[in-house]
């Protein structure tokens, strides 16, 4: 089978750390940047990692889509905010024979990239990292890195474990990216929604860290309301997350190192939030099947306004 070529679109945290695993691991990978770019031409990418720190002093850097080969992978990491970039990126990215590899948070967005390139060429992979881009071509890689890779099939119905999907997976294991292949993307996504919609929410809302959050009663009882209502949506979609695995979340959230989320940090730094991919999909999509998630739409609504004062203050 011939080695795929990745393209990373967004060379953020996330787009950085794996592309960079990936490259470093032999493979070639041409890497999209805005503001960067002349930086990262010029001095590579810096990796400072739990795992071992490592500097890649050459890589190929673009800041325009129409130079970057078509590749066999390309890999989404930018914010969700910036999708409406995606049209204008993803025909000159991807070979025609290629597939699109959506690294980003939230629901609904393998949806979307389908529109642009065909439903035949999306995948959807669930990360849990911890990184951030800290200076232009400097990303702090904190805990954990694994990804869940699963095929998109339109409507979501699962989607079986593919020749691509392990070729792939192989491609970040080689890395050193534990991968998991999944059948099921819709389940997998909603099961990460019971992370990100209590805690990127109520991080922003409560101005609090995850361990702020879980040492309080009052904001942990919250939080696993809201865990039982991403379930309560999973369900109106024919799917079940089990009390077991947000019992673990509660646990595992309330032993871990205090994050301050990436749509607190956003939020803070002024910048859009992910909003839409995280809350407003989601409740659309599970509004249309006719139930009603009450807390999270409270959520949603308090984070659109504080989005919306971003640009009018
Ligand atoms: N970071 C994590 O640990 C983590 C974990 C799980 C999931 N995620 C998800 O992964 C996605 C990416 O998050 P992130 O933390 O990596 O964000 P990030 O650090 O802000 O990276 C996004 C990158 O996209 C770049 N970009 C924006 N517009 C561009 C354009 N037109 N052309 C090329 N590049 C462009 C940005 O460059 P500029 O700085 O120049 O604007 C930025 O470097 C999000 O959906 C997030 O929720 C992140
Ligand atoms: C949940 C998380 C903090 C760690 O897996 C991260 O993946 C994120 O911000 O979505």
């Known amino acids: 089978m011939c080695e795929f070529t990745y393209a990373i679109v967004g060379t953020g945290a996330l787009g950085g750390f794996y592309g960079a695993k990936l490259q470093q691991s032999g493979l070639n990978v041409h890497f999209l940047l805005k503001s960067d770019c002349e930086h990262v031409r010029q001095h590579g990418l810096v990796i400072k990692s739990v795992d071992g720190d490592f500097t890649l002093p050459r890589v190929k850097a673009y800041s325009d889509v129409q130079k970057i080969p078509a590749c066999d992978v390309v890999v989404i990491s930018l914010k ?69 890779l699963c095929e998109y099939t339109q409507n979501y119905h699962p989607g079986g474990i593919t020749e691509r999907l392990r070729q792939i997976g192989k491609d970040f294991e080689n890395a050193g990216i534990p991968v998991e292949l999944d059948e099921d993307l819709l389940l997998a996504r909603w099961k990460k929604l019971v992370w990100n919609i209590p805690y990127n929410g109520l991080s922003v809302i409560l101005n609090a860290t995850t361990a702020e959050l879980m040492a309080s009663p009052d904001s942990s009882k919250l939080v696993e309301e809201l865990m039982y209502e991403v379930a309560t949506g999973a369900k109106a979609l024919g799917r079940t997350i089990p009390d077991t695995f947000i019992q673990k979340m509660l646990h595992n959230t309330a032993k871990m190192t205090p994050y301050l989320t990436s749509m607190k940090i956003d939020y803070d730094e002024r910048r859009p939030m992910e909003v839409e991919a995280i809350f407003g999909n989601p409740l659309r999509m599970v509004q249309a099947a006719g139930t009603n998630l009450p807390k999270i739409d409270c959520l949603y609504q308090q984070l659109k306004f504080l989005d919306a004062m971003r640009t009018a203050r």
């Not at 991807?94 to 629901?107: A, H, R, S």
């Open 80 to 148: 969700t905010t910036q999708n409406h970039l995606l049209p204008q990126i993803l025909p000159f990215a991807v070979k025609d024979t290629g597939i699109v590899l959506v690294l980003q948070n939230g629901f609904g967005i393998e949806a979307e990239v389908a529109q642009i390139v065909g439903s035949d060429k999306v995948i959807g992979g669930i990360c849990f990292l911890t990184a951030n881009k800290i200076a232009p071509g400097y990303i702090r890689h904190l805990s954990y890195k694994n990804i869940i």
